[in-house]
């Protein structure tokens, strides 16, 4: 699980959590909207942290480099393929957006084949970045286990 500088320390806490619950690296691209340090951790209710696998990098550029799109999928909430409509890999990146702004617009441009959402009906806007990644985990693992079966 990639998230593209997370803005708001309670979603990426519940973000880890679903990490560590499905066995995911969660990465944080850089700038966050929080620091991440023993204090805020602590303080955002993530006494599980230490158990987290994640990592942060400085910027979307150099940890760009390490995907091969192929096996990446990124989420909008302007997308017009629906995220049930793929099917993940073991290995697949799952990229979302910030809280406020998603992905940004050149990204999803670069790789519209690579671009799912979650269906949502209005009047509601958007999902929460906590939310849509526990959904988009799920199905993948749900997928993973339907093909292991």
Known sequence: MVLYQPEIPQNTGNIGRTCLALGAKLWLVRPLGFRI???HVRRAGLDYW???DWQAVPDWESYAKTLDMQHTWLFSKSATKIYTDVAYDRGDTLVFGSES???PPSLLEKYPDRVVGIPIREPVRSLNLSSAVAIAGYEALRQWR???A
């Open 50 to 52: 230490e158990h987290v």
């Open 37 to 39: 340090d023993a204090h």
């Open 146 to 148: 339907q093909r292991d």
């Open 101 to 103: 702004q998603g992905l």
